[in-house]
């Protein structure tokens, strides 16, 4: 049998798609990508988009990579239009998930504590991709809202603390460290 010619083509990059969120997640989002080599993957950042001062599309990261867009979930604030308008967002929120991981096909998203990760993670596990949620370093006794639901519905392969105690409290979670 002849050998078949060999060709100098690189094997393409995993992809990764991450969350970006304001304040405190987005310091922490950028140090975690900060330990990996810009040319390890090929990047995707999904963002809240919004209008308003909050806005994180337009924050700097790491490597490049395209941005894509994804309904922000709402505010909590306690007025009587939230029983509406929070549902429908999460809802369209949960679209805009499935067309993003349908349309970039990520070998693994991570998330840093975001409430985008719920639908996201959810459309992620149901295109059989590997999902990670990192809780924030805030969080020293008790998981985020985000990450008790996450745990309690196992949507992340691996759910990772920044505090000792917690991992002791939680046994599916994996203290590796802090990020920052």
């Given at each position: 049998m002849p050998?078949?010619?060999?060709?100098?083509?690189?094997?393409?990059?995993?992809?990764?798609?991450?969350?970006?969120?304001?304040?405190?997640?987005?310091?922490?989002?950028?140090?975690?990508?900060?330990?990996?080599?810009?040319g390890e993957f090929e990047?995707?950042?999904?963002?809240g988009h919004h209008s308003g001062n909050h806005s994180t599309g337009k924050l700097p990261t790491p490597h490049p990579g395209?941005?894509?867009?994804?309904?922000?979930?709402?505010?909590?604030?306690?007025?009587?239009?939230?029983?509406?308008?929070?549902?429908?967002?999460?809802a369209l929120s949960f679209v805009e998930a499935f067309r993003i991981i349908h349309r970039t096909r990520p070998d693994v998203v991570a998330?840093?504590?975001?409430?985008?990760?719920?639908?996201?993670?959810?459309?992620?596990?149901?295109?059989?991709?590997?999902?990670?949620?990192i809780e924030s370093l805030t969080r020293v006794e008790q998981l985020s809202r985000t990450g008790r639901l996450l745990y309690t519905l196992r949507l992340a392969n691996r759910l990772y603390v920044q505090s000792p105690p917690l991992a002791d409290r939680f046994p599916r979670t994996t203290f590796a460290g802090a990020v920052l």
């Open positions: 050998d078949l010619p060999q060709t100098d083509r690189p094997a393409p990059k995993r992809r990764l798609l991450v969350v970006l969120s304001g304040g405190g997640w987005h310091r922490q989002t950028v140090r975690f990508l900060e330990q990996f080599d810009p990047y995707f950042y999904v963002y395209p941005r894509l867009p994804m309904h922000y979930i709402g505010p909590t604030r306690k007025t009587a239009a939230r029983f509406i308008t929070n549902p429908l967002r999460l998330v840093l504590g975001s409430a985008l990760s719920v639908p996201l993670l959810t459309a992620a596990k149901l295109f059989r991709t590997k999902t990670v949620f």
